[in-house]
């Protein structure tokens, strides 16, 4: 567990003493918060706070070891600053949803407005939101719906798609199955797909393929059809796919990053491309 975490939660809880106090000072919800206290409990094997209808109280074992804590998280972020003063210009890790397929390198080229280096990582969106949630992202582009306990997440975006076929398609008529990214990488966004995929005719028959080239291969030999985002106008029969921009909470995030910068460049490279809150 990132021992420094939970007890900046135990901190805000100690100072708060109120759960949602506590979770909007660290710029979180509330629900990660009460998880990551638990976690922290459990791992002491001690209670920190009684928790009742008359509130949040801290117990004497939270008492007792409140200043010890006060103190590692306080050595942590002195440790952070004198290491930032010996560190060189920090690297943007944005993370992109495998969905986006080519429109990855128009959004990795607009460096998210940030001018420094870039270290793009593609993957499913349920990887991308653990990875800023753990701060070994600073800002990624996920499919929605999803799970976003515990990240800072920007409004939704829809795309207009079209069909990826080896010849003109209709998914209202074709018998061939729509090729996708697999269902684990991001359950619900899936889902909803396939629902949206019958909605308008089509059977609802996914192959699922991890690999972007492999999916294309398949449609370019004619075995499936693919839905490409960010080219059509919206009025076709491939349905929409739906994407937003999360980060990590303010206690989670890199040292001398401009992340709401890194966010805003995301926001603004999506509208460029087509799409809309």
Known sequence: MDLIRHLRFFLAVAEERHFGRAAASLGMTQPPLSQGLGRLEQRLGVRLFDRDARGV???PAGRSLLPRAEELVGSA???????????????????????????????????????????PVVAGSAELVDEVKGGALDVAVVRHPGVADGVVVGPVHTLATSVAAQQETDLRTTALPVVVPPRRWHPAAHDQL????????HSGRVLEVADTLARQALVAVG???GVRPGCGDGEGS??????????????????????????????QALAAIGLSA
């Open 194 to 201: 396939v629902d949206s995929l019958r909605r308008i005719g």
């Open 57 to 59: 109280r801290i117990t």
């Open 223 to 225: 075995h499936a059809v």
């Open 77 to 119: 972020d002195a440790f952070l600053t004198d290491a930032a003063a010996w560190s060189v210009e920090p690297v943007l890790r944005v993370g992109l949803a495998a969905d986006l397929e080519h429109l990855v390198g128009v959004l990795v080229a607009t460096r998210a407005g940030l001018e420094c280096e870039v270290r």
């Open 238 to 267: 491939a349905p929409p796919l739906r994407f937003r921009v999360v980060q990590p909470v303010p206690a989670d995030r890199q040292p001398g990053l401009d992340h709401e910068r890194a966010a805003a460049g995301l926001e």
